[in-house]
């Protein structure tokens, strides 16, 4: 079954650094835009960053923008996520999730392949 598997969740102080991956078993993966989302307890999931199949454009959502970074490596079917610099509000479950469509959107509704999730929390 193709799927996107992610794994790098864990507990980490405020201050700290952890890279997630995001495996691609499917062969669609240099073809797919790539993003990752979040979602806290009681809150809505949302946007986090993405990337274009290439690599050559990102988008991070303000909350994020100059801590953490989305690279992927075609080579590998794999996609990361890394985090700086975190907080105790960077504290969610992270999914990652694909899309072949052309336009990339923040909305949920436009990713149509999603991995189950890692845990991220951030102690203070």
């Known amino acids: 079954q193709v799927q996107l598997v992610e794994s790098g969740g864990g507990l980490v102080q405020a201050g700290g650094s952890l890279r997630l991956s995001c495996a691609d078993s499917?062969?669609?993966?240099?073809?797919?835009?790539m993003a990752w989302f979040r979602q806290a307890p009681g809150k809505e999931r949302e946007f986090v960053a993405a990337?274009?199949?290439?690599?050559?454009?990102?988008d991070y959502a303000d909350s994020v923008k100059g801590r953490f970074t989305i690279p992927r490596d075609n080579a590998k079917n794999t996609v990361y996520l890394q985090m700086n610099s975190l907080k105790p509000e960077d504290t969610a479950v992270y999914s990652c999730?694909?899309?072949?469509?052309?336009?990339?959107?923040?909305?949920?509704?436009?990713?149509?392949?999603w991995g189950q999730g890692t845990q991220v929390t951030v102690s203070s």
């Open positions: 499917g062969r669609t993966f240099s073809r797919a835009a």
């Open positions: 999730a694909s899309t072949t469509a052309l336009t990339i959107r923040r909305s949920a509704y436009n990713w149509n392949r």
């Open positions: 990337i274009t199949p290439s690599g050559g454009s990102t």
